[in-house]
């Protein structure tokens, strides 16, 4: 019989199995939905939901923009938010949006409703989602136990590896809030592209508000956000992409 070493130790194969479930983590038992939801930050979630503010108020009352208003979307009906005008195939898929549909969508709106009008790309990193989803949830007026939420019960996304992506923008203080704003409403490069002194760039976002229409960015977001910028693409550029 072959035998195979765990942890200095040489043991039969199914004695390695079971002594693989303790020693690997998650390898006895996947994480479920409802046990990241539960452990999610809202407040991270709130940084995650800056790039869904070009298109949706989150606000009590608050009405569409380009899509609807998204007070008590967890738990609610899907295409039911009052006065936006849905897409057929959002309005074909029915149901509420439960948890593991609505980390689905957040995750890959065209896959989850092909045909959506919706073009935002998705919410790749399992954690945001969970963040995100824990922030909507906290915005209504009947908060879900997201534990035991209807769908929570299914396995969880692995976690991701590695370092987190911010295209283009150099990895520094400040970075995810950046992104996050910049990207929701265009390409994080046009920022990697340009290099100004802290105060055109707070010129630069107050142009942005009044002539395109951006939603103003309030404190402390904006002194990160300002300081990110002069600290990484001041006037000497030193993060200029190099081709």
Same mark, same amino acid.
């Given at each position: 019989?072959?035998?195979?070493?765990?942890?200095?130790?040489?043991?039969?194969?199914?004695?390695?199995?079971?002594?693989?479930?303790?020693?690997?983590?998650?390898?006895?038992?996947?994480?479920?939905?409802?046990? #990241?939801?539960? =452990?999610?930050?809202?407040?991270?979630?709130?940084?995650?939901?800056?790039?869904?503010?070009?298109?949706? #108020?989150?606000?009590?009352?608050?009405?569409?923009?380009?899509?609807?208003?998204?007070?008590?979307?967890?738990?609610?009906?899907?295409?039911?938010?009052?006065?936006?005008?849905?897409?057929?195939?959002?309005? =074909?898929?029915?149901?509420?949006?439960?948890?593991?549909?609505?980390?689905?969508?957040?995750?890959?709106?065209?896959?989850?409703?092909?045909?959506?009008?919706?073009?935002?790309?998705?919410?790749?990193?399992?954690?945001?989602?969970?963040?995100?989803?824990?922030?909507?949830?906290?915005?209504?007026?009947?908060?879900?136990?997201? =534990?035991?939420?209807?769908?929570?019960?299914?396995?969880?996304?692995?976690?991701?590896?590695?370092?987190?992506?911010?295209?283009?923008?150099?990895?520094?203080?400040?970075?995810?809030?950046?992104?996050?704003?910049?990207?929701?409403?265009?390409?994080?490069?046009?920022?990697?592209?340009?290099?100004?002194?802290?105060?055109?760039?707070?010129?630069?976002?107050?142009?942005?508000?009044?002539?395109?229409?951006?939603?103003?960015?309030?404190?402390?977001?904006?002194?990160?956000?300002?300081?990110?910028?002069?600290?990484?693409?001041?006037?000497?550029?030193?993060?200029?992409?190099?081709?």
């Amino acid at each position: 019989m072959r035998l195979h070493r765990i942890e200095g130790r040489l043991v039969p194969p199914i004695l390695g199995l079971v002594l693989l479930a303790l020693v690997i983590p998650g390898a006895a038992q996947a994480q479920t939905l409802g046990e #990241t939801l539960a =452990a999610a930050d809202p407040a991270k979630g709130e940084t995650v939901f800056a790039a869904c503010r070009a298109c949706h #108020t989150i606000e009590d009352g608050g009405g569409p923009l380009i899509g609807p208003n998204l007070w008590g979307v967890v738990g609610r009906p899907v295409a039911h938010a009052e006065g936006f005008n849905y897409s057929e195939p959002l309005n =074909a898929h029915g149901g509420t949006w439960q948890v593991d549909r609505l980390d689905a969508f957040l995750q890959d709106p065209q896959a989850a409703v092909p045909g959506s009008l919706m073009v935002f790309p998705g919410v790749k990193n399992p954690g945001d989602r969970a963040n995100l989803i824990a922030y909507l949830n906290q915005n209504s007026s009947s908060p879900l136990s997201l =534990a035991d939420a209807p769908g929570a019960e299914v396995a969880a996304a692995a976690p991701a590896g590695g370092s987190r992506n911010y295209g283009g923008l150099v990895d520094a203080p400040g970075v995810e809030k950046t992104f996050a704003y910049c990207t929701a409403c265009h390409s994080e490069m046009i920022v990697a592209q340009q290099g100004k002194t802290r105060k055109h760039w707070a010129d630069l976002l107050e142009w942005m508000v009044e002539e395109q229409g951006m939603t103003p960015i309030g404190e402390p977001d904006m002194s990160v956000v300002l300081d990110y910028l002069a600290a990484n693409y001041g006037v000497d550029r030193p993060n200029f992409p190099q081709r």
